[in-house]
């Protein structure tokens, strides 16, 4: 499959990309030297894949702080229990036990934890909080953020920008590209660091008009050696859905 961006998607490749996180989906491509100068992983988005968190932390022994209030420990131990009385699909059950016993083991290390709040909403929900929230939980000054919170990335790009000092490196998936299209040309311009990889989600669709694809995943860097030449996509990437076709994009010139 094929897709095109708009010229404002040209990117200056990192010279160091590694493959952090699972293979297929919930793995990202990010500069290797942004790794290694962080001080805090600031995860926003886990669902039962924290795998990103974990290659991360394995690489770079720093504090990992996880949001997502859509899952935790009681939430994993009712899908097992659940799962335990499907006497059709014993896979299922598998499944739930493994990443019930895995949750367990992660975020009981003393540098990883897991806070059950949606981030980018201001509201006066306990279960969520805003980025500017997140941000005044610590003093880091060399933050990795990974991002994919379903389209809730829109609400807070603008403080992202403004606190683009503190930030290391980031992976950022944005969703329905399509109707945000100028927020993440607004975004990419306005944004300091170095737009050094891009990943069309192939569990996205291709607009049929002029090939944008929906769901991108974007990499950003501060510390990467830059080279001016790149292939889309990178010979690091992999397909989300390993049973589609990866999708080759092109970035326009004009």
Known sequence: MKAQLPNFFSINQAKDLVRVGRDYDGGYLVSQSDIGASDLLIGLGINDDWSFEEDFLSRNKVSVFAYDASVGEKHFFRQLIKSAFSIYNLKI???????????????????????????????????????MDVLKQTECKNIFLKIDIEVSEYRFLHDIVANEER???????????????????????????????????????????????????????????????????????MPNDKKTAEIELFINDC
């Open 93 to 131: 059950f598998v499944h739930w036990l493994k990443v019930y016993i895995k949750y367990k083991k992660f975020f009981s290390q003393s540098n990883v934890h897991h806070i059950q709040k949606f981030v980018g909403l201001n509201s006066e929900s306990k279960q969520h909080c805003t980025f």
């Open 167 to 237: 930030i290391s490196g980031m992976v950022i998936e944005f969703h329905y590209v399509d109707i945000h299209l100028k927020e993440i040309e607004k975004f990419i311009n306005q944004f300091s660091l170095n737009l050094v990889h891009v990943h069309a989600n192939n569990y996205g669709t291709i607009r049929a008009d002029d090939d944008l694809p929906e769901t991108l995943e974007l990499t950003f860097s501060k510390y990467a050696e830059l080279s001016n030449c790149h292939t889309l996509p990178h010979n690091k990437d």
